[in-house]
């Protein structure tokens, strides 16, 4: 048997951002990657991180404890699913380049780096009549300035344009209020807190924050990538996973149950 990975996308993207990934993995994994409510072929389905979560749990549960990976919004899923039904159908756990509070406060210095609270509540009400703007600002930050990326900017661009901002504004508006920081310490698996060096979202200090607060937590951070590092830099990125998944014999789970 293979090692099963259940990868979760980012806002306006689709389950297709982690192909290369997967290809690159190769056959000691066995990967999926659902598009999410409110997105890819799952348009039509009500958009907001509880239905995510609700996703996810059919998901796991017709799969043997998957590695969890989220990357952005698909982080928050993750946390989302982990408050709500735990860790038990988990082996793992992998988020890229998210915090569990987008917005930033006098108590709190890990929310979205250079806005405001107020800014941040604000472009919701911007999404659907300035979405070409808005595309435009969310390919300059999915990537750093130098990277080379598998997916190309252009093709980024391209995809974002044809979507549907109607469909993703209730999902942008979970997120901009999501506070999932009491959720961080009931992480009792092995967890792979993963950021990009050069992200122009999050600060590598809400990785280590992050970090510091689950049970079984360490840092992976890419330098030369911003805010999605599997896709800037994918070899460095899936030897990391390996690497994780090795050191914490999340593989082994499935050869003592073979051989039982």
Known sequence: MTVPVLFLHGWSMNGAVFDDMAQRLGTGFTCYAPDLPGHGNRLEDDASLDSCAALVKRWIDRLDRPILV????????????????????????????????????????????????????????????????????????????????????????????????????????????????????????????????????????????????????RVECFRRSGHSPHLEEPEAFCNAFRSFVAVEGLETEIEDKEAT
């Open 70 to 217: 989220g990357w952005s919004m698909g982080a928050g899923v993750a946390w989302r699913y982990v408050a709500q039904h735990g860790t038990s159908g988990l082996r793992g756990l992998v988020t890229i380049d998210m915090s569990p509070r987008m917005l930033p406060g006098a108590d709190w210095e890990h929310g979205l780096i250079g806005q405001s609270a107020e800014a941040i509540l604000e472009t919701s009400g911007r999404i659907v009549p300035e979405w070409p703007r808005i595309a435009g600002s969310i390919v300059r930050n999915m990537y750093a300035r130098n990277s080379a990326p598998a997916l190309s900017r252009e093709s980024v661009e391209e995809f974002l344009l044809v979507q549907d901002p109607a469909r993703l504004r209730p999902l942008w508006d979970d997120l901009a209020t999501m506070d999932e920081r009491q959720t961080i310490p009931l992480i009792d698996i092995p967890y792979l807190v993963c950021c990009g060096a050069q992200s122009r979202l999050y600060s590598v200090k809400t990785a280590r924050f992050i970090a510091s607060q689950a049970q079984q937590a």
